[in-house]
């Protein structure tokens, strides 16, 4: 038996005639004690039937007695319906029975009511009245008031009950809401101490406790508090207020609302971990910083380039007209000096050309180990180059950006150590130090030192800036720029400081964790080119690897289905076919998949490959691939 029949069932066997209509006034369920009570058709006791049908039917029969106008009389009963509100009531019918009539509204819409023959009861009463001689008119009178009375606050009694059900399965269906939203949503009293609280501060700021009911908000969230104190006074004078901020004990980056509570004292408060948002805004407007000032250069430097061309070949002609001995020294110094130009614009040109942040799985200490090989050799004697790398496994860095602005930073250090007289054939008498680690699940935090004698003041405030050097003639201030240009490129943020022995730049590059791909197994293959999809094996089963082959993405889908066990999927994104390798991100999201491309720079598809997965550029060998898989042996140490 079907629920439905067994909850009929349940309602046929109660005494008491009952019917709900919904919000439309039609009939949802009644049972058949309605039916006898009020000698109804079945068509009226079906569910759908209106209820201005039943009213005309019990009218026109004369249960309500002589009604004059029927058409009015039913009209009043039905916008009495549509406004519906708790009621109880007690009516005398045509065939003499007394029923007491009793009314709920639903939460979701439409009402219950409960008919109750009361005619035994009002005859007991009268009975009552007639017979006593003992009692009182205003004893018997005041009985059948408080009887009536009784039956009314049973009534009442019964609604605050069900409204209480609903309120309570409200308030449920509210925190779980709060709870599964990924932001905590709190509010604080007058004095600042926690009347709610969703248990999602810890989530948002680790670090934080989670349960906060009786706390005070200064308690909660420790050091961050100061920062967010005016704010929250704005609120308690009734000024909603949002902002952003840095949380010191996390590193996240926060983003709060505080609106004031319009009905008594106290705030609510909504914040949110917005660091991956505001790191990927800092990457975008670094590049639409560097696209400006690429197309602001572009056609200075093209004159430019032409006047020092005119001033080179000027010159030069001028030194082989040997115009005499004080001639030859301003004739060497104005070549060296259009040769500096030269060099000048070569480095603008790196810093506002086109350059992008393309993250691939690399381990740091390969990273370090390369550019030890890369900068040891230009360090003077007595200056040594320490490494540390305190990192968890691969992660996604653009390996080029990354060592290219730790290069500069290690021959700035030099240049620095050389100037304080630290070089020297007796010893190690200047030292230069990287330290990778991993800061709070956030960031990757890159330090590189030295014991020279440290930024001045200016250079603490102005080193980042562009042109600004404390080298003379010998430096074109663009080192650190190119630096800071490349931390922001990423998302992340550099920072000068001094230490007890020399000057520290510190980089803050978002944290990516690169996936873990195994190193045994079955690789999907998937490229349009016959030979280059063979080169590519043959790379791939050298590595260890079985390789099964597709041409294109619906090929590729086919072979996916049918073969549960592949380990990889490695796609070039020009298939055969409308379809690309991005949409096989798609339609194999189960599945590990990199793409490899052709595409030049500035290409819209490559530029959404990239956002998704790491792109390796062709032309590639074996050891590039291996490296684009993290398999090197440094990689997998």
Same mark, same amino acid.
């Given at each position: 038996?079907?629920?439905?029949?067994?909850?009929?069932?349940?309602?046929?066997? &109660?005494?008491?005639?009952?019917?709900?209509?919904?919000?439309? *006034?039609?009939?949802?369920?009644?049972?058949?004690?309605?039916?006898?009570?009020?000698?109804?058709?079945?068509?009226? !006791?079906?569910?759908?039937?209106?209820?201005?049908?039943?009213?005309?039917?019990?009218?026109?029969? $004369?249960?309500?007695?002589?009604?004059?106008? &029927?058409?009015?009389?039913?009209?009043? /009963?039905?916008?009495?319906?549509?406004?519906?509100?708790?009621?109880?009531?007690?009516?005398?019918?045509?065939?003499?029975?007394?029923?007491?009539?009793?009314?709920?509204?639903?939460?979701?819409?439409?009402?219950?009511?409960?008919?109750?023959?009361?005619?035994?009861?009002?005859?007991?009463?009268?009975?009552?009245?007639?017979?006593?001689?003992?009692?009182?008119?205003?004893?018997?009178?005041?009985?059948?008031?408080?009887?009536?009375?009784?039956?009314?606050?049973?009534?009442?009694?019964?609604?605050?009950?069900?409204?209480?059900?609903? @309120?309570?399965?409200?308030?449920? /269906?509210?925190?779980?809401?709060?709870?599964?939203?990924?932001?905590?949503?709190?509010?604080?009293?007058?004095?600042?101490?926690? !009347?709610?609280?969703?248990?999602?501060?810890?989530?948002?700021?680790?670090?934080?406790?989670?349960?906060?009911?009786?706390?005070?908000?200064?308690?909660?969230?420790?050091?961050?508090?100061?920062?967010?104190?005016? #704010?929250?006074?704005?609120?308690?004078?009734?000024?909603?207020?949002?902002?952003?901020? !840095?949380?010191?004990?996390?590193?996240?980056?926060?983003?709060?609302?505080?609106?004031?509570?319009?009905?008594?004292?106290?705030?609510?408060?909504?914040?949110?971990?917005?660091?991956?948002? !505001?790191?990927?805004? +800092?990457?975008?407007?670094?590049?639409?910083?560097? %696209?400006?000032?690429?197309?602001?250069?572009?056609?200075?430097?093209?004159?430019?380039?032409?006047?020092?061309?005119?001033?080179?070949?000027?010159?030069?002609?001028?030194?082989?007209?040997?115009?005499?001995?004080?001639?030859?020294?301003?004739?060497?110094?104005?070549?060296?000096?259009?040769?500096?130009?030269?060099?000048?614009?070569?480095?603008?040109?790196?810093?506002?050309?086109?350059?992008?942040?393309?993250?691939?799985?690399?381990?740091?200490?390969?990273?370090?180990?390369?550019?030890?090989?890369?900068?040891?050799?230009?360090?003077?004697?007595?200056?040594?180059?320490?490494?540390?790398?305190?990192?968890?496994?691969? @992660?996604?860095?653009?390996?080029? *950006?990354?060592?290219?602005?730790?290069?500069?930073?290690?021959?700035?250090?030099?240049?620095?150590?050389?100037?304080?007289?630290?070089?020297?054939?007796?010893?190690?008498?200047?030292?230069?130090?990287?330290?990778?680690?991993?800061?709070?699940?956030?960031?990757? %935090?890159?330090?590189?030192?030295?014991? $020279?004698?440290?930024?001045?003041?200016?250079?603490?405030?102005?080193?980042?800036?562009?042109?600004?050097?404390?080298?003379?003639?010998?430096?074109?201030?663009? $080192? @650190?720029?190119?630096? #800071?240009?490349?931390?922001?490129? +990423?998302?992340?943020?550099?920072?000068?400081?001094?230490?007890?022995?020399?000057?520290?730049?510190?980089?803050?590059?978002?944290? /990516?964790?690169?996936?873990?791909?195994?190193?045994?197994?079955?690789?999907?293959?998937?490229?349009?080119?016959?030979?280059?999809?063979?080169?590519?094996?043959?790379? @791939?089963?050298?590595?260890?690897?079985?390789?099964?082959?597709?041409?294109?993405?619906?090929?590729?889908?086919?072979?996916?289905?049918?073969?549960?066990?592949?380990?990889?999927?490695?796609?070039?994104?020009?298939?055969?076919?409308?379809?690309?390798?991005?949409?096989?991100?798609?339609?194999?999201?189960?599945?590990?998949?990199?793409?490899?491309?052709?595409?030049?720079? $500035?290409?819209?598809?490559?530029?959404?490959?990239?956002?998704?997965?790491?792109?390796?550029?062709?032309?590639?060998?074996?050891?590039?691939?291996?490296?684009?898989?993290?398999?090197?042996?440094?990689?997998?140490?």
């Amino acid at each position: 038996m079907s629920n439905t029949a067994l909850i009929q069932a349940g309602l046929n066997l &109660i005494g008491q005639a009952l019917t709900i209509y919904d919000s439309d *006034l039609r009939l949802a369920a009644c049972n058949a004690r309605f039916a006898e009570m009020f000698d109804l058709p079945e068509a009226l !006791t079906t569910p759908g039937s209106a209820f201005e049908d039943t009213i005309r039917h019990l009218v026109t029969r $004369g249960e309500y007695g002589q009604v004059d106008d &029927i058409e009015a009389f039913i009209r009043a /009963r039905v916008e009495t319906a549509l406004a519906f509100e708790p009621h109880y009531m007690e009516r005398t019918r045509s065939n003499g029975r007394v029923i007491s009539v009793e009314g709920a509204p639903l939460a979701q819409g439409g009402w219950v009511t409960v008919y109750t023959d009361i005619t035994g009861i009002k005859a007991q009463e009268s009975l009552l009245r007639t017979r006593s001689e003992l009692l009182s008119e205003q004893v018997l009178k005041r009985s059948e008031e408080l009887a009536s009375t009784n039956r009314q606050l049973a009534a009442t009694v019964a609604a605050l009950e069900e409204a209480q059900r609903e @309120l309570r399965e409200i308030e449920a /269906r509210t925190r779980t809401t709060t709870e599964m939203m990924p932001a905590h949503i709190a509010r604080v009293d007058a004095e600042g101490r926690y !009347t709610f609280s969703n248990r999602k501060l810890g989530a948002v700021m680790p670090g934080r406790p989670s349960r906060l009911l009786g706390r005070h908000i200064a308690e909660a969230l420790g050091p961050a508090y100061e920062r967010v104190r005016p #704010y929250l006074e704005r609120a308690m004078a009734g000024e909603q207020s949002t902002f952003e901020f !840095t949380d010191d004990v996390s590193s996240r980056r926060i983003r709060a609302v505080f609106t004031p509570d319009p009905l008594e004292p106290g705030v609510y408060i909504l914040s949110q971990d917005v660091t991956l948002e !505001t790191q990927t805004r +800092a990457a975008l407007q670094q590049t639409r910083r560097r %696209e400006m000032a690429a197309q602001l250069t572009s056609g200075l430097a093209h004159d430019f380039s032409n006047l020092l061309t005119i001033i080179l070949g000027m010159q030069s002609k001028l030194a082989k007209l040997k115009p005499g001995p004080e001639a030859e020294p301003l004739i060497t110094a104005t070549l060296q000096a259009a040769r500096r130009g030269g060099t000048l614009l070569g480095r603008i040109a790196d810093i506002t050309g086109q350059r992008h942040w393309r993250p691939e799985p690399v381990r740091l200490s390969a990273l370090l180990s390369d550019l030890r090989t890369l900068a040891v050799p230009s360090l003077p004697v007595g200056i040594t180059l320490e490494t540390q790398d305190l990192t968890n496994g691969p @992660l996604l860095l653009d390996t080029g *950006l990354t060592q290219d602005s730790l290069l500069n930073l290690i021959l700035n250090a030099r240049d620095a150590c050389v100037s304080k007289g630290q070089s020297g054939a007796d010893g190690p008498a200047g030292r230069i130090t990287i330290m990778a680690r991993e800061l709070r699940e956030t960031w990757l %935090e890159i330090t590189v030192c030295d014991t $020279g004698p440290g930024f001045s003041r200016e250079g603490l405030a102005r080193g980042l800036d562009p042109f600004f050097t404390t080298k003379g003639g010998e430096g074109s201030g663009l $080192g @650190l720029a190119m630096v #800071y240009d490349m931390t922001k490129l +990423a998302g992340g943020e550099a920072r000068l400081s001094n230490t007890d022995s020399g000057a520290c730049v510190t980089l803050r590059l978002p944290l /990516r964790r690169a996936d873990t791909l195994p190193r045994t197994g079955l690789v999907l293959l998937v490229e349009d080119s016959d030979d280059l999809r063979a080169t590519v094996r043959e790379m @791939l089963t050298g590595m260890g690897y079985s390789v099964v082959e597709a041409s294109s993405v619906a090929e590729a889908c086919l072979l996916a289905d049918g073969l549960p066990d592949i380990a990889l999927v490695l796609s070039d994104i020009s298939l055969e076919g409308v379809e690309t390798g991005v949409d096989l991100l798609d339609r194999l999201p189960d599945l590990p998949v990199r793409l490899m491309t052709s595409l030049p720079e $500035g290409d819209a598809l490559l530029a959404e490959a990239r956002a998704r997965v790491p792109v390796l550029t062709k032309p590639f060998d074996a050891d590039g691939l291996e490296a684009f898989l993290g398999l090197t042996t440094e990689a997998a140490a």
